[in-house]
């Protein structure tokens, strides 16, 4: 029988390895439960505009991690309308993504954190860290044969 040896990158001897994640269920919860508690006057500047954002809806887990879903609850409740999710990825400074008939005049807001890359700022609707929950799994496919 061959004797298993630790992978370099594994924290324990025994071939466990801890991984962080976002629970995207408990943090959504949190975060819906955070902007309930802000006044109308809060969510006006969302009236009668299109969210984006680069968090996505992931069909194969079941999850959603995108907040838009959320605050289109909650500004519902404030009866503030809004109008639809635009993807915030952009392609020579122009929103990749849209649909064909899209109004050209439309007031796009962007709800995420801050991307460098595109040069996006942090938005105050976005979630926060205090929101954030996070799960501790286990993995113990860091074990290798020695041959």
Known sequence: MAKRMRHPNCARSDGVRFRKQVDWVQTLENYENRIAKY???FFLELDGSYLSDYM???GSHGYCSSPIPSLEK???SHNI???GHVPANKKNGSYAYLPEKFPENAKIIYVGHANYITDQKDSRFA???KDKVWTITTT???L???I
Request: charged share 25%; hydrophobic share 30%.
């Open 39 to 41: 006044p109308k006057s």
């Open 56 to 58: 996505k809806f992931h």
């Open 74 to 76: 909650v500004c519902l």
């Open 81 to 83: 309308h809004i109008l």
């Open 127 to 129: 979630v926060s860290k």
């Open 140 to 142: 113990t496919h860091c």
């Open 144 to 146: 290798s044969r020695e």
